[in-house]
């Protein structure tokens, strides 16, 4: 999983690791390790680390993994241009705050 800065500034030397066949981008926290208050994937620092990941994944003939946000199709068609082999659609992050918000609506009176 390459979810920090540490782990970007390292990708290369993770990438040429014998055995690993594909990398995960968790830009939540990879987000949150920059120091954004959020999970923000258009940020541009998030948006440089993302194309690395992909280029560096395509270099070493690894598979890469993006997860998804509403609009999904948009969304996938983007980052499978980039490099992108396995999509997930949803992440944790968002599908916990879509359950929660209904939880919080259900419980209001």
């Known amino acids: 999983m390459i979810e920090t800065k540490e782990a970007i500034e390292s990708i290369d030397e993770i990438m040429a690791v014998n055995g690993l066949d594909f990398i995960f981008f968790g830009y939540a926290d990879y987000s949150f390790s920059i120091g954004l208050s959020g999970p923000n994937k258009s940020h541009k620092e998030v948006q440089k680390a993302i194309v690395k990941a992909a280029e560096l994944a395509l270099k070493y003939k690894k598979y890469a993994m993006i997860g998804m946000d509403s609009p999904w199709k948009v969304?996938?068609?983007?980052?499978?241009k980039m490099g992108y082999k396995l999509i997930?659609?949803?992440?944790?992050?968002?599908?916990?705050?879509?359950?929660?918000?209904?939880?919080l609506k259900e419980a209001q009176f």
């Open 75 to 80: 969304e996938a068609e983007k980052y499978i």
């Open 88 to 103: 997930e659609l949803g992440t944790d992050y968002s599908l916990l705050e879509k359950s929660w918000r209904n939880s």
